[in-house]
């Protein structure tokens, strides 16, 4: 990497929050440009045309380049390293639960955070608090997945910490701002304690 | 990879034709075990306990280990492969697409799809009814930024055919299903006719 990577980023976010947490995790120095999703600044023409055509946050950008996506950031960081297992099937099962994280935990456990934290829940539309308790099951159904697998293992996928802690960490130890009690879940509880005492943590700003 | 691959899937679904084509257009073998979630075998005791906790397909078996997600499994097979880009940029750009595909298009497209095809309007709940609009403008949205991604480029990444556009084509392929029409998308239409013509191309079944 010859350029110090730029991250564009509100810090009130879990998914921006990843990729500070890995680079933390692995001595890699990087720089932060922050916006406030509450007001729309990642959704201005000139944030669409020369940060993300989506209008989202995170975005990593290396030189001249943008990548989207909290995930691929984090791999971009960490790939090479201690946190992307080597052995084929263990790599794909890292990125099995990196995608199991932004399928069904992150649209339930991240959004009701958002929703009911830093929206609140009378500015909801009709529609939204609608789904409230649709999103309380599935989100519920995934820290109850995540805490079965982490029955007798210390870490998401062999045993070592990865990209899939990380990922899955940034929500989950946030869980509780969306209404989700942790204390039905102790595998998560220990984990997350273990992810805590990880040499080069940083906690959330 | 020693032993054959077996893939747990529903041939309706564009998530497991994801993990066929990138084993056709790599020349892999692999064997199928076939499910029908319209009644629930993906829920079974039996499938909970031995192939997804998750209760989903696909799920991509590699000797007694399962590999849920179906861009995970798509990451197993094709690895070290001319699927994946090996610049690093160009790498995490590819999973960029991929979570892009699980997180903005498949919950729009491929649910579409399959509430109208499959289950049919009419016996969709109440609150499904009242989530179609909200995923139109979505779905739309995504195949939006595909189209606008696509002029000038042939394929999503690197100019070159890769895992990304695998994963899109899936559910974009079909997207007329979910009664989106690809009229208003040329780029995507043209993007469609050349990833149907490469080498070891297969139709979906």
Not at 6 to 25: F, M, Q, V, W
Not at 29 to 57: K, M, S
Request: charged content about 20%.
């Amino acid at each position: 990497m010859t350029d110090r990577p730029i991250l564009h980023e509100d810090p009130r976010s879990g998914n921006c929050y990843k990729i500070k947490l890995t680079a933390a995790l692995l001595g890699i120095a990087i720089e932060t440009r922050q916006y406030d999703i509450l007001v729309g600044e990642t959704r201005t023409p000139e944030f669409l045309a020369n940060v993300n055509l989506n209008g989202r946050i995170p975005v990593l950008q290396i030189g001249d380049r943008f990548l989207p996506e909290s995930n691929a950031a984090c791999w971009y960081l960490a790939k090479g390293s201690t946190l992307v297992p080597v052995e084929r099937f263990d790599q794909a099962d890292m990125l099995r639960w990196m995608f199991f994280e932004q399928y069904n935990h992150e649209p339930n456990v991240a959004t009701l955070r958002f929703w009911l934290r830093f929206v609140g829940e009378s500015n909801l539309s009709e529609q939204q608090r609608a789904l409230i308790p649709a999103k309380r099951i599935a989100g519920g159904d995934a820290l109850a997945l995540m805490n079965d697998h982490l029955q007798g293992r210390e870490y998401f996928v062999a045993d070592e910490p990865s990209l899939a802690d990380i990922s899955l960490f940034a929500y989950t130890h946030l869980a509780e701002e969306g209404g989700f009690g942790l204390e039905n879940y102790p595998a998560i509880c220990d984990w997350i304690d273990r992810i805590r005492a990880l040499p080069g943590f940083i906690p959330m700003a």
